[in-house]
């Protein structure tokens, strides 16, 4: 199910991920990893350090672990089982973190952002990728359970927790709707 949520959601996770800026020395995390594909991207450009992944799911990191079987035995890759809001890292550990198509099923949104603040480093990148309100609208399977949002909505949680922000809409046949907000942490920020 998470593999073809990537294959779904293919453009939207490669726009997140681009605008990460991820280099050999990145310290990466995905919040919210799936299907992997993500992470499977930033392999691409992250060489010398672990990328990290988490998510909710006990499930989704079972299957993380057989997928990314390789790479977590080098030490490469970390899948862990964690809430977005009570991370297990250490305070500014990353300077880029990716958070794809996760925000609509935070039960408190501000708290989320605010513990993503705390792991992120001062000057990295947070990169929320979401469906739009609008758009998530046109999908009746999509109402139950999930968390309409918007790029004001998202800024203000990302803003309120001491990122600065900017919003990109997706223009392509099927992007159109979805959004990338790259959140930068303010460099000498707690």
Request: hydrophobic letters at 40%; a negative charge.
């Given at each position: 199910?998470?593999?073809?949520?990537?294959?779904?959601?293919?453009s939207l996770i490669?726009?997140?991920?681009?605008?990460?800026?991820?280099?050999?020395?990145?310290?990466?995390?995905?919040?919210?990893?799936?299907?992997?594909?993500?992470?499977?991207?930033?392999?691409?450009?992250?060489?010398?350090?672990?990328?990290?992944?988490?998510?909710?799911?006990?499930?989704v990191v079972r299957?993380?672990?057989?997928?990314?079987?390789?790479?977590?035995?080098?030490?490469?890759?970390?899948?862990?089982?964690?809430?977005?809001?009570?991370?297990?890292?250490?305070?500014?550990?990353?300077?880029?973190?990716?958070?794809?198509?996760?925000?609509?099923?935070?039960?408190?949104?501000?708290?989320?952002?605010?513990?993503?603040?705390?792991?992120?480093?001062?000057?990295?990148?947070?990169?929320?990728?979401?469906?739009?309100?609008?758009?998530?609208?046109?999908?009746?399977?999509?109402?139950?359970?999930?968390?309409?949002?918007?790029?004001?909505?998202?800024?203000?949680?990302?803003?309120?927790?001491?990122?600065?922000?900017?919003?990109?809409?997706?223009?392509?046949?099927?992007?159109?709707?979805?959004?990338?907000?790259?959140?930068?942490?303010?460099?000498?920020?707690?």
């Open positions: 199910m998470t593999r073809l949520l990537d294959r779904g959601n293919a490669k726009a997140a991920v681009s605008a990460a800026g991820l280099h050999s020395d990145s310290r990466y995390l995905d919040a919210g990893f799936g299907g992997g594909l993500s992470i499977r991207l930033a392999l691409r450009s992250v060489s010398n350090t672990p990328l990290y992944g988490i998510d909710f799911s006990p499930d299957e993380g672990h057989r997928s990314f079987k390789t790479q977590v035995a080098h030490g490469e890759v970390a899948l862990l089982k964690a809430d977005v809001a009570e991370l297990p890292f250490r305070d500014g550990m990353f300077d880029a973190v990716t958070t794809i198509n996760t925000v609509y099923f935070w039960p408190e949104p501000a708290a989320a952002f605010r513990e993503l603040a705390r792991v992120t480093a001062p000057g990295g990148r947070l990169v929320v990728g979401y469906t739009g309100a609008q758009k998530m609208a046109g999908h009746p399977e999509l109402s139950t359970g999930f968390r309409h949002v918007d790029p004001p909505e998202v800024e203000a949680w990302a803003e309120a927790a001491g990122f600065s922000c900017a919003t990109e809409a997706l223009d392509g046949r099927v992007t159109t709707g979805d959004f990338v907000t790259v959140a930068t942490r303010a460099i000498g920020s707690r």
